[in-house]
């Protein structure tokens, strides 16, 4: 019974956002494929600023899927090394959204788009930050 107290439950919601970041990272690596099968819906976007073109998907999707991954890394084995991520990671998500919203002329998304899309993009960042703060004791 030690054995079992000696390493605290990463439970249901730190579960499901550990997969959710694996599937958001499988996502950066793939932004080159992903542009060059749809160029207007593909590629990688960073503080607003979707880029456009192989080369730029190639260099920075990767990038960007390391840092998911080690992120979910330590979200799984419940490291303490990834609260600061996860608080930067808190405000760029957002910041990145209204960023993108507001610097490019696209046709309005459905409403339920726009809320499903905030809800799930606010929740795995804003709420994951929130969440590991709050339980910042099973951190090791």
Known sequence: MANESARPSRGVFLTVITVLFLLLALSDFTKALQFVGNPAVGGLVILGHKFHG?????????????????????????????LP?????AFYVPANMVLFWSLHQLPPPTKGFIVMYLFLSLTGSV????????????LS
């Not at 990767?62 to 303490?80: C, D, H, M």
């Not at 991520?85 to 990671?89: E, F, N, P, Q, R």
């Open 54 to 82: 192989v080369a730029h998907n190639l260099i920075l999707g990767p990038i960007f899927g390391i840092v998911l991954l080690a992120y979910a890394y330590g979200i799984w084995n419940l490291r303490a090394w990834m």
């Open 85 to 89: 991520l996860s608080i930067v990671y």
């Open 127 to 138: 709420g994951t930050a929130i969440y590991l703060s709050y339980h910042r004791e099973r």
